[in-house]
């Protein structure tokens, strides 16, 4: 409604940036050169013709939990965290886009974002009212949790809380509000 503009873009992480988050190696391609996609979300406010300043970002890279390496950062039990992102989920993805983010969809009134993830199943809600260094974290904003994740649906497999038999949402593109 303000005039900028929400955006999905990739990051890229290395094979070993990603097994050093925890990331099982047997689940990334054998290829030492190919990179793991990350999603993240990027708030533009448009300046002139051409142009944009970044005013708000959101990674999902920033909001992760693991139960393969228990040495390595985030790890813990992926059921009790359900605000964030299994890193092991889903085990194989040859292309490296990781979570395949195809909506980002914006609700003035709550202030929050929704988001499709095709390779989770799933649809998740994000809190827009933090600032950049509070949507990194897991405290700050409207709802007190940063950018950990407000809401999720469609596969409860991807949180340790289900099995396949469960899962609601088939490869979900385009959801609204």
């Not at 799933?122 to 949507?135: F, M, P, R």
Request: no cysteine; aromatic share 12%.
């Amino acid at each position: 409604p303000n005039g900028n503009i929400l955006l999905v873009a990739w990051e890229w992480k290395t094979r070993q940036e990603t097994i050093d988050i925890g990331r099982d190696p047997s689940y990334l391609n054998s290829n030492p050169n190919h990179p793991f996609l990350p999603d993240h979300i990027v708030e533009l406010q448009p300046v002139g013709t051409g142009g944009a300043n970044i005013v708000w970002e959101w990674h999902v890279w920033d909001h992760l939990i693991q139960d393969f390496n228990p040495t390595g950062p985030d790890f813990g039990v992926v059921a009790d965290h359900p605000g964030r992102v299994n890193i092991n989920y889903p085990p194989l993805i040859p292309s490296g886009d990781w979570t395949h983010l195809n909506t980002v969809s914006y609700n003035e009134e709550l202030d929050q974002v929704m988001l499709t993830s095709r390779h989770f199943s799933e649809l998740w809600i994000i809190d827009h009212s933090t600032t950049t260094a509070e949507a990194a974290g897991s405290t700050g904003g409207t709802y007190g949790v940063g950018g950990d994740l407000l809401y999720r649906w469609g596969n409860p497999e991807a949180y340790g809380r289900g099995t396949s038999t469960n899962k609601e949402l088939f490869s979900p593109h385009d959801a609204v509000w």
